[in-house]
């Protein structure tokens, strides 16, 4: 009787550790940021809408196929290659994608 007793006390003390460091893991994909376009335009990335064009938005390495569609319709792609930790910055020319 004693003896289980005695593993369950152990088990619970056990359990009731908490760890001794944290370990905080890193993000090393990259990143895309579009500059320049016209406010309200929105970004695809290999054909899905991942919104309205604003902060970088971190990507799997690789080529990626980038659209960005303008609140009156214009487009503007490009076909880019990410790589690395760091954010590449695509600048959408001036009345591109109005």
Do not use: Q, W
């Not at 908490?18 to 406010?39: G, K, M």
């Not at 659209?67 to 792609?77: D, E, F, H, L, W």
Request: net charge negative; with cysteine.
């Amino acid at each position: 009787m004693t003896r289980p007793l005695i593993g369950l006390i152990t088990l619970a003390l056990l359990g009731a550790c908490s760890p001794a460091e944290r370990i905080n893991p890193t993000d090393d994909r990259p990143s895309l940021a579009i500059a320049d376009a016209v406010s309200g335009s929105r970004l695809f990335v290999d054909g899905l809408d991942t919104g309205l064009v604003g902060d970088p938005l971190l990507l799997e390495a690789g080529t990626h196929m980038v659209k960005v569609v303008g609140p009156a319709g214009g487009i503007y792609s490009e076909k880019v290659f990410l790589s690395g930790r760091g954010t590449r910055t695509l600048t959408v020319p001036a009345g591109a994608a109005p």
